[in-house]
């Protein structure tokens, strides 16, 4: 099966594409690297015509009030050429619980994004996950004032990105959801507490102070980015990740 891979060389999108060609796909990334720019539309036709699924992989460069407009142009523009190529299936990555934090813009962006998908021509599946353990460190810097992060309490579940990309792969090679699902790691911890972990594992000098009103996990209340329901549940487990 011929899959394009929009955002293929990224962090989950480059190992989407090789657990894709190890399965035996015709798993082709694409990316502004490659060439392809879904804001201008370059390149994009020529990327996902005659593939049966396209799979959009692709993150705002901000996550601030210019993220809505990232994700409407983007996902007008590869609607239009994956339904020109013929694709059969669109899957997007999103976030578990976007819909329940109205209040940060990068979370009412990736909702749009979603919306934008189900109205659109294509069968879809949305894949909604948790965040992602390889962004605790950059979480991490966006609060640190000198050897001192601030931290709110925010439960968190994070996932490790080989269990998102597993997941992807599966939905991408599977019958369209024309649904979500839900995808996040089997523990659940406060942020502040994820960072002293993570600290305790890899000490560089600094410590963590609990501060509900510091980054963008501050306008996240209760446990809102916290799977419900069917939900899958990831094997593994953060400490595990960080040794």
Partial sequence: MKIAVIGGTGLIGSQVVRKLAAAGHEAEPHSMSTGVDVISGKGLEEAVAGAAVVVN?????????????????????????????????????????????????????????????KAGPIPYSIVRATQFMEFIDAVLSWTTEGDTVRLPSTPLQPIAAQDVSDTVAEVAVGTPLNGTLGIAGPEVFPLDDLGRITLDAHPDGRTVVTDDTAGIFAAVSGDALIARGDARIAPTHYRDWLS
């Avoid at 694709?87 to 934008?116: F, M, N, T, W």
């Fill in 57 to 117: 992989l692709t993150n705002s460069p901000t996550f601030d009030d210019a993220s809505p407009a990232f994700f409407r142009t983007s996902m007008d523009n590869l609607l239009a050429a994956a339904q020109k190529g013929g694709a059969g299936h669109v899957v997007i990555l999103s976030i578990l619980g976007a819909d329940r934090v109205p209040e940060a813009a990068y979370y009412r962006a990736k909702v749009l994004q979603e919306d934008i998908l």
